[in-house]
């Protein structure tokens, strides 16, 4: 087995490479999260921790420090956008909001997000 660090986007579904994670070591445990390491290049991911109700994410982190902190949303979001087909020409509807709806949702993508859907 080979180091799949370089090929994987900064943010992926867990269950879109389900090899990925035995690839892995883990060196720290957090809150619904974890730290993992390459076992081949040393690359650092911050992986969620199973819950059946949520999508498993794994998000690469540039160190060790404050890797429990580091803020994904935006790369969620891209995530969710991207799984829904885009953005459509339809504004949000959510008071006072004049972005984008997410294609097939009256929502925008930060509103959307805060309903908590995830792809």
């Keep these: 087995m080979e ?3 370089t090929s994987v986007p900064d943010l992926f579904k867990l269950d879109s490479y389900p090899e990925f994670e035995s690839r892995t070591e883990k060196v720290a445990i957090g809150n619904w999260v ?4 390459c076992i ?7 992986l ?3 819950d059946k109700y949520q999508t498993r994410f794994a998000v690469r982190i540039a160190s060790f420090e404050g890797w429990q902190d580091f803020d994904a949303t935006p790369l969620q979001k891209a995530i969710l956008v991207q799984a829904r087909g885009g953005l459509a020409d339809a504004r949000c509807i959510w008071s006072g909001c004049d972005k984008p709806q997410v294609k097939g949702v009256a929502y925008c993508a930060d509103h959307l997000f805060q309903t908590g859907a995830r792809e």
Excluded: K, T, Y
């Design 3 to 5: 180091c799949s660090c």
């Design 34 to 37: 974890r730290l993992h390491r």
């Design 40 to 46: 081949h290049c040393g690359q650092l991911w911050r």
């Design 48 to 50: 969620d921790e199973w």
